[in-house]
């Protein structure tokens, strides 16, 4: 499973697309969510973190699969 990182994110993680293993057994987005947590903890000082799947935003309880196109989006400030 890919996933797309942009801002800080990316910067926190590494390199975009990040690769997540089908052995994650990762199947929602809330495990997703713990996944990415559990592995990289500066994500946790966001305040907040969206997760996209398939070019829209995803709820918790949210399926994904291999195939889906999912994307971290970091908090954005505007003007």
């Not at 500066?42 to 907040?48: G, H, M, P, R, V």
């Not at 398939?54 to 709820?59: E, H, I």
């Not at 195939?67 to 505007?78: F, K, M, N, Q, T």
Request: glycine content about 6%.
């Amino acid at each position: 499973m890919n996933v797309l990182l942009f801002g800080i994110t990316k910067e926190i993680v590494g390199d975009s697309p990040l690769h997540i293993s089908v052995e994650s057994n990762v199947k929602n987005v809330r495990q997703l969510r713990s996944f990415l947590l559990k592995e990289y903890p500066k994500l946790q000082e966001l305040s907040s973190l969206a997760i996209a799947v398939n070019n829209k935003y995803a709820q918790e309880d949210d399926n994904i699969t291999i195939d889906d196109e999912i994307a971290l989006i970091p908090p954005v400030s505007g003007g």
